[in-house]
């Protein structure tokens, strides 16, 4: 088990240190001025180049960046929010940005595996038919537009929640963006624990705990929960992906200041910032990753069939 | 020995709604088991057998509907007791009392039987645990027991493993320990060789027949495969299109088989000295039960059928006091058809054979 | 053996059939002999039967078939072009702009109250109003959704031809190009879309390219796994040995026996790119750096909609809708082959 750890973390970190080295090379070939919001002579440029070591061979740039990188370093950027380390910046973003997300993932899971339980349980009564349109509403339409619809419905017409985000009340302005990008998650677990659920009811073994004489409650307990969920691990990733993408456009419409506003800030705002595009590029694929490897991990642990294999390797 | 039934399935018939329509999959079928028996389901997949004994399972898929029929349960042991129509006491009650501890079911793949998240262990002792009343280290020691009882050598090493990691031999082995775990009287068996090796095929069934002996039980074997009725059996009911076409002790529907359906069956069976140049087979295909067979179901692919068939299904013609066979062959009125020749032969040959080991 | 007991048998109902006379004359089975039960339906005929009988995936056909249809033809239904702004002279010679018109179609006004539209604009139909600009939204939304699904399906194509000649060329060849191919394709997976998308930014200027870009960077992958698999799965089937041991190439293999076995699993995952690209292009256009002016798409629809929509709610409603509706239709169309291309015997 030690060792399948240690391979799977090991994989995750090169392919981590990988990836910030192809994102650290692309930005630093990148042609143009790296410097676009201020004024400066090509003299003056040539002077900042060689005072952030712009002009070093990359691979001495590379291991000077992953040292400060292994420091919590970022740098500073070059036009957003100029002066400020990126850290800084980050520290909130990422803090605002965690909670939010957290909250619809918590939300969303929750709901779902409820959702998609009750429907498979009343198979082909109405909560399964109400599960199924509401999984397929919710995965059909982008979060985004779910909270514009949100917004303009309780805090427009009913002025009932902030127009924006309000850090001061964080809680009670986070209700609306973590509500609509919750639903996908929501929809998307629903649907799949259902069908999960649905094929561990048809399947060979639940007849034969059947035949032993098991029935309700304590049937799904002990031979149709387990199976069901173990897959939803599965779909992990890909909700986090959804999740930061759909935050991107929600922390946008919404004015949080989140990782998700800052990568659009980077790319749109009044020039590219490489830096912060080289930050958010790491931060984004570390958090994939760690995602991705934590869904390894978590199947490992719960699927024996994964587990003894990984005993068997030690 | 005296007779004592101990289940009786009368005019069972069940329909499965479908979308393409309701599919009539089962349309009368009588069955009787005694104490200590072995009887054999014989016929094509499709002919109604597994359904049957899902019925008697209280394991129906939930778009069945049974039209009419009982299926009645009688303790042995206890005649006068009164039967129970395990239709008619509802699942919750059918899991309780009956499924497990008195009627127990061995399935076709011991491949998906079994859940693969819970150790095999935990999943005989459930089935005691359920049942009877004992602490878990006394259902421990009974799963243990049952594992060697079906044939796992090292039981306490195994108790722990999950299923993948046991081949499929050794998973039916627990497959069938698991159905013996709350001491039912009656096992029924649904092609529990079908998915195993040719080699392993010998030894479960084998190893069913001691424990049979050893825990008087009663058996129902449901299978295509009439080289295992001809090892286990006492009696064979032939199905075909949801209905049985013949019943007999099994040297009668061996020796002296009266329906053409059990003819081709027979002759379909692989045999070493046999000299035809072509490896017989059923012609046709068995009917589709959307549309209600007029006549007898079997006409269509019988080289006998007479006008007859296609006018009204046969009754079950008396033969013996054991021998039963709905065909209109068996109509005093009918030609007098002889078994086709080949057929013949072979019957002949296995009759020496077995003399030879009397 | 166990000593045997009469079988029960029922008693002969007494409205048997009483045989009349002929009733026992044999039946001519000749044709019998002669087993005709040949596997009745080609493996296609199978597939396309039983997509159309799932209900699910008709509606989506017919959903996609619709949209398709008004993307193509829906500009041309009225005389505004998706630039232009609705305006023109009345009677007084004064210039009038149709501006932040809501949908209305005059007769059915005028059925409905009783009385017609009072404005300069009496006698024209906007079945989804103008913008605040006073452009016709119809033609706009139908525009917007050509260019989305124009996007997607180019996309979504150049994809399944890198997808499966990577996929293809990784499966088929195996040893250490598999290994190396799988490694890059590993990495690949593990960068999300948004830092491809947001280091793209860099490189290139906004608009329909870099959407494309981006989209052409991260779909191939799914496509390329389905090629491998299908590739590893039937590189070792009796079929394709055959036609090697008769002599036949590499380049003959894969084009002669693999790729139409390959075709239904990447049409299927071609129904769920296809909403992914849509998604992705609405996405990066609403935040800014996908299609850009004077272009419009469903993700800058949606964007205008969003930023009137205190004043003009019902304009956002249109793209959101024809968003919504391409997503379902692909998805059912999506299952619905998924289904028909893997029947279980069940749904048979």
Redesign the interface.
């Known amino acids: 088990m030690v060792k399948y750890v240690f391979k799977r973390v090991g994989m995750a970190a090169l392919?981590?240190l990988?990836?910030v080295f192809l994102?650290f090379w692309?930005?630093r070939v990148?042609p143009?001025n790296p410097f676009p919001s201020e004024r400066m002579s090509d003299v003056q440029i040539a002077a900042k180049r060689a005072e952030l070591g712009l002009d070093d061979p990359i691979l001495v740039q590379f291991r000077n960046y992953v040292a400060k990188l292994l420091k919590g370093d970022f740098g500073n950027g070059t036009s957003l929010y100029y002066g400020v380390p990126i850290k800084t910046v980050l520290r909130t973003a990422v803090s605002n940005s965690f909670r939010i997300g957290g909250f619809a993932i918590l939300l969303g899971t929750a709901v779902g595996l409820l959702l998609g339980i009750t429907a498979a349980l009343n198979?082909?009564r109405f909560l399964d038919g109400f599960c199924t349109v509401f999984s397929?509403?919710g995965?059909?339409?982008?979060s985004?537009?779910f909270l514009?619809f949100l917004q303009?419905t309780f805090s427009?017409k009913i002025p009932f929640f902030p127009y924006f985000f309000d850090a001061d009340r964080f809680a009670f302005s986070s209700v609306m963006p973590a509500l609509s990008l919750s639903l996908f998650t929501m929809s998307t677990i629903a649907r799949f624990t259902r069908n999960e659920m649905v094929e561990v009811f048809d399947?060979?073994?639940v007849?034969?705990?059947?035949?032993?004489?098991?029935?309700?409650g304590k049937l799904v307990r002990?031979?149709v929960l387990?199976?069901a969920l173990?897959p939803i691990v599965t779909v992990l990733a890909p909700l986090v992906?959804d999740l930061?993408?759909g935050a991107?456009?929600v922390e946008?419409?919404y004015g949080i200041n989140g990782i998700g506003k800052l990568?659009?800030d980077?790319?749109?705002g009044e020039g590219?910032d490489?830096n912060y595009?080289l930050a958010?590029?790491i931060l984004?694929?570390t958090?994939?990753?760690a995602v991705?490897l934590l869904v390894d991990l978590l199947y490992g642990v719960l699927?024996?069939?994964i587990r003894?294999a990984a005993k068997e390797e030690d | 020995m005296s007779a004592e039934t101990i289940l009786k399935i009368s005019d069972l018939d069940i329909s499965f709604r479908t979308n393409a329509g309701v599919v009539h999959a089962i349309r009368g079928v009588d069955m009787d088991l005694q104490k200590g028996e072995t009887v054999a389901v014989v016929g094509e997949s499709g002919s109604g057998k597994s359904v049957t004994m899902k019925a008697v399972m209280g394991l129906l898929d939930s778009n069945a509907v049974v039209n009419s029929g009982e299926i009645l349960y009688r303790r042995p042991g206890d005649e006068d007791a009164q039967m129970i129509d395990l239709l008619k006491i509802g699942k919750k009650q059918l899991r309780q009392d009956i499924n497990g501890q008195h009627i127990a079911m061995v399935f076709q793949d011991p491949m998906t039987s079994l859940d693969p998240t819970m150790p095999i262990g935990r999943q005989i002792m459930e089935g005691i645990l359920l049942h009877k009343n004992v602490s878990q280290s006394e259902a421990r020691r009974r799963a243990l027991e049952l594992l060697e009882l079906v044939g796992i050598n090292d039981a306490e090493k195994r108790f722990k493993n999950y299923p993948h990691q046991l081949s499929g031999g050794m998973r039916q082995r627990v497959v069938i320990a698991i159905a013996l775990s709350a001491d039912p009287d009656i096992l029924i068996c649904d092609e529990p060789t079908t998915a195993l090796d040719v080699t392993i095929q010998a030894k479960i069934l084998e190893l069913i027949k001691s424990i049979q002996e050893k825990m008087k039980l009663s058996v129902i074997y449901i299978t295509h495969d009439l080289g295992v009725v001809a090892k286990v059996a006492d009696y064979v009911n032939v199905m075909y299109a949801g209905r049985i076409v013949e019943v007999g002790n099994v040297n009668e529907i061996f020796y002296e088989p009266c329906h053409p359906y059990t003819w081709g069956l027979l002759s379909a069976m692989p045999d070493i000295n046999t000299d035809d140049d072509r490896l017989y087979s059923i012609p046709g295909s068995p009917p589709n039960l959307l549309h209600e067979p007029v006549g007898d179901a079997f006409a269509d692919r019988n080289p006998f059928a007479m006008a007859i068939d296609k006018k009204a299904a046969p009754p079950m013609f008396k033969i013996s006091e054991t021998h039963f066979a709905a065909t209109w062959l068996l109509h005093p009125d009918a030609p007098k058809v002889e078994l086709p020749e080949e057929l013949r032969h072979r019957i002949e040959r296995a009759r020496k054979e077995a003399e030879q080991y009397l | 053996m166990a000593e045997l007991i009469p079988q029960t048998v029922p008693p002969v109902p007494s409205d048997a059939y009483v045989p009349v006379a002929g009733d026992f004359a044999f039946l001519d089975r000749a044709d019998i002999l002669t087993d005709t039960n040949y596997a009745s339906l080609s493996y296609w005929k199978g597939v396309f039967i039983h997509f159309f009988k799932n209900r699910r995936a008709v509606i989506g056909l017919v959903i996609i078939a619709v949209i398709v249809l008004l993307a193509v033809f829906g500009p041309m239904m009225n005389s505004y072009g998706y630039r232009d702004i609705v305006q023109f002279r009345n009677e007084s010679n004064r210039r009038v702009v149709a501006k932040a018109l809501e949908p209305r179609v005059p007769w059915l006004h005028e059925l409905v109250t009783g009385e017609p539209y009072d404005d300069s604009f009496a006698d024209r139909t906007f079945l989804f109003g103008t913008d605040d600009l006073g452009r016709d939204l119809w033609t706009r939304t139908w525009h917007g959704t050509r260019v989305s699904l124009l996007v997607a399906f180019v996309t979504i194509f150049i994809d399944v031809i890198i997808g499966m000649s990577y996929g293809l060329i990784s499966g088929y060849f195996g040893g250490l190009t598999d290994i190396v191919m799988q490694r890059f394709v590993e990495i690949a997976n593990s960068v999300p879309r948004l830092v491809i998308v947001s280091v793209l930014a860099i490189f290139m200027p906004k608009g329909m390219g870099l959407v494309i870009v981006a989209l052409l960077l991260t779909e191939w992958i799914g496509m390329s796994k389905i090629a491998r698999a299908e590739m590893l799965k039937i590189k070792e089937q009796e079929y394709v040995l055959a036609s090697r041991t008769l002599g036949a190439g590499s380049g003959h293999i894969i084009f002669r026996e693999i790729l139409p076995n390959t075709i239904g699993p990447i049409i299927t995952q071609m129904m769920f790119s296809i909403p992914t690209a849509i998604f992705t292009e609405a996405f990066l256009s609403f935040v800014g750096v996908g299609i850009v002016l004077p272009q419009c798409s469903i993700g800058t629809l949606i964007e205008e909609g969003f930023n009137n929509i205190t004043i003009l709610p019902y304009q956002i409603l249109p793209p959101i809708l024809v968003l919504a509706l391409l997503m379902l239709g692909f998805n059912f169309i999506g299952d619905g082959l998924r289904e028909a291309l893997a029947p279980k015997l069940e749904d048979m």
Do not use: Q, W
């Not at chain 1, 995965?139 to 982008?142: E, H, L, N, S, T």
């Not at chain 1, 007849?207 to 309700?216: I, S």
């Open positions: 392919t981590l990988i990836i994102l692309l930005v990148m143009g198979r082909g397929i509403i995965v059909c339409v982008p985004y537009v514009i303009y427009f399947s060979d073994y007849r034969l705990a059947e035949a032993k004489g098991m029935y309700g002990a031979h387990r199976n173990i992906v930061l993408t991107l456009v946008k419409i990568m659009v980077a790319i749109t590219i490489y595009v958010l590029g984004y694929s958090l994939y990753i991705m699927d024996p069939r003894v």
